[in-house]
């Protein structure tokens, strides 16, 4: 009867461990999988126009906003100018050390996806912020246009609550 009983609770334990490890797999939990899932469900319309989408998100505790930007140096990058894009947005905190800086880039039909995304990568700096530093970099792409974040894991843990 001992050994029944232990056994049923053993098969308990696994099954609550495998049910309670798939849900946190499935359900984005930091600042950079939350927007991006965000930007995958609604990457339709101008750079400008996904741009203010994504700042105006539920999870966002700061007054954000969104600008066109045009080829050259951005924030976040190291000392080289960013190119290759037909059209692309930045969005952000208005004000504050807030180390969050995203942009949405439209390339060209034949451009080579990877290869912008490589070069965001490479040259993408989580210091460019004074005094604060992203924990998170996220880059990802819906065909042509191109998602890119740096950011806090959480807010929680920047603004102390």
Do not use: H
Not at 48 to 75: D, V
Not at 82 to 97: L, Q, S, V
Not at 115 to 134: H, P, Q, V, Y
Not at 146 to 161: D, R
């Amino acid at each position: 009867m001992k050994k029944t009983i232990a056994l049923i609770l053993a098969a308990i334990m696994v099954l609550g461990m495998v049910a309670c490890t798939s849900d946190k797999e499935d359900k984005p939990e930091t600042v950079g999988e939350i927007l991006l899932d965000a930007f995958e469900d609604n990457s339709e319309g101008t750079a400008q126009e996904i741009a203010e989408r994504i700042i105006g998100n539920e999870i966002i505790p700061f007054m954000g906003g969104a600008n066109p930007i045009e080829p050259g140096y951005l924030a976040g990058f190291d000392n080289v100018e960013i190119t290759d894009f037909k059209e692309g947005a930045m969005f952000g905190p208005m004000m504050g050390t807030i180390p969050f800086v995203g942009y949405i880039f439209v390339l060209e039909d034949d451009a080579d996806v990877d290869g912008f995304m490589k070069t965001l990568k490479d040259n993408a700096n989580l210091r460019w912020n004074i005094c604060t530093e992203a924990e998170e970099l996220t880059v990802d792409n819906e065909e042509n246009t191109v998602f890119f974040l740096m950011s806090p894991k959480k807010f929680e843990e920047q603004s102390g609550e």
